[in-house]
């Protein structure tokens, strides 16, 4: 294919993952519309005419990105075979893996959000969903006698800030390792819920 039949035929949610990629590696404030073009080996031209403005191209990006991880979520959720697997998918998904990709996005999100009612908003739907997910695996695992938890919403919320806020720690600050967060998290969650920590790695 020429570059030129390339530049025609390249479709919306190329141009949308490609920049996620870049915004990933480079930050939201540093990405230019040239940047994805250049890793798309199109014009900027292109990409203007599908998106408009660059603002426009990265909330787009951000929400195929939210959408990415949502569907993400619910297939780790379905594969589990019983309350307790599920728990270990759904944790190990959220955290910060391999090369952490996506959690420098959120981290650009989340200071963007102040400004970008868009922004803003997928990340609110996106933090509800994980939210729901969670709590419905607690609340089952609570039902069939797994987990011990009183509370399951309380127990999400600050499962949830834990992970957030070690995440930044780590990828922010490096002030905590890898190790420590995972440590860490299962120490807690363990504790929310009734069990050892040995059960979650």
Not at 28 to 51: K, N
Not at 164 to 190: I, N
Request: charged residues 30%.
């Amino acid at each position: 294919m020429t570059r030129g039949r390339r530049s025609v035929d390249v479709r919306r949610e190329e141009i949308l993952s490609a920049t996620i990629e870049v915004v990933d590696r480079l930050g939201l404030a540093a990405t230019r519309v040239s940047d994805v073009a250049h890793a798309l080996h199109i014009s900027p031209g292109l990409i203007f005419y599908h998106f408009g403005t660059k603002d426009a191209l990265v909330a787009d990006a951000f929400a195929h990105a939210v959408e990415r991880d949502l569907s993400r979520l619910d297939a780790a959720n379905s594969r589990g075979r019983d309350p307790l697997d599920r728990l270990r998918r759904v944790l190990r998904l959220y955290g910060p893996t391999g090369a952490a990709t996506g959690w420098r996005l959120w981290i650009d999100a989340w200071a963007l959000a102040q400004r970008e009612p868009v922004i803003r908003k997928a990340l609110r739907g996106m933090d509800q969903r994980w939210c729901t997910v969670l709590r419905e695996v607690v609340e089952d695992g609570v039902e069939d006698g797994t987990f011990e938890c009183a509370e399951p919403a309380a127990a999400v919320t600050r499962v949830s800030a834990l992970l957030d806020g070690l995440s930044v720690a780590m990828l922010v600050y490096r002030t905590v390792t890898r190790a420590e967060l995972k440590r860490w998290v299962a120490e807690s969650v363990a504790r929310e819920l009734g069990l050892d920590p040995a059960d979650l790695v």
